[in-house]
T-cell receptor, first 112, second 114 residues
């Protein structure tokens, strides 16, 4: 069946602009996660959704970062007023409750 | 807090060599343990997992055994191939309702030379 999909695959933006990253989880997966992969920081957890609610937002690095999930399916990660340190690969994963997380291909964000 | 420590890379081996990538963890409670692999230009893929002590995960010739007494989950393969060149991540997951996430090691880059 279809895996986790993410769009866009690459995004280049100018410092100060807002960006939206999209994640389509595996159908039927109730849990959805966002992680960030960068050279200096490795793989960092950002936020976790169970259904449409986000019980754990502890990894969001600043209030410029926000995420929502609608209909228990698609999720959007928004970064406002992007900074160069936001450049990274943003990974989305989904899972059935308490089960293995399956990852999408990621969105590579470059902030100039 | 929870943490994963894995072998520093990069690791370079000749084809058909034996591979070990060490991974140890610190966790409160009883984690599930995972190895994920990231091939060049691709996303993270689950390689294998183990959910309780003494379980052995295996896939594609790779194996790892969940050792509670040494808090370890070392990845092994008897004979590596060029196609195994990738970055390998050890990770743990503990269900603590409302606080659920994978905690990753820093990754080990493996290069296999013909």
């Amino acid at each position: 069946g279809a895996g986790v999909s993410q769009s866009p695959s690459n995004k280049v933006t100018e410092k100060g602009k807002d960006v939206e990253l999209r994640c389509d989880p595996i159908s039927g997966h109730t849990a959805l996660y966002w992680y960030r992969q960068s050279l200096g920081q490795g793989l960092e957890f950002l936020i976790y959704f169970q259904g449409n609610s986000a019980p754990d937002k502890s990894g969001l690095p600043s209030d410029r970062f926000s995420a929502e999930r609608t209909g228990g399916s698609v999720s959007t990660l928004t970064i406002q007023r992007t900074q160069q340190e936001d450049s990274a690969v943003y990974l989305c994963a989904s899972s059935s409750l308490l089960d293995t997380q399956y990852f999408g291909p990621g969105t590579r964000l470059t902030v100039l | 807090g929870n943490s994963v420590t894995q072998m520093e890379g990069p690791v370079t081996l000749s084809e058909e060599a034996f591979l070990t990538i060490n991974c140890t963890y610190t966790a409160t409670g009883y984690p599930s343990l995972f190895w994920y692999v990231q091939y060049p230009g691709e996303g993270l893929q689950l390689l294998l997992k183990a959910t309780k002590a003494d379980d052995k995960g295996s896939n594609k010739g790779f194996e790892a055994t969940y050792r509670k007494e040494t808090t370890s989950f070392h990845l092994e393969k008897g004979s590596v191939q060029v196609s195994d060149s990738a970055v390998y991540f050890c990770a743990l997951f503990i269900s603590n309702f409302g606080n659920e996430k994978l905690t990753f090691g820093t990754g080990t880059r493996l290069t296999i030379i013909p």
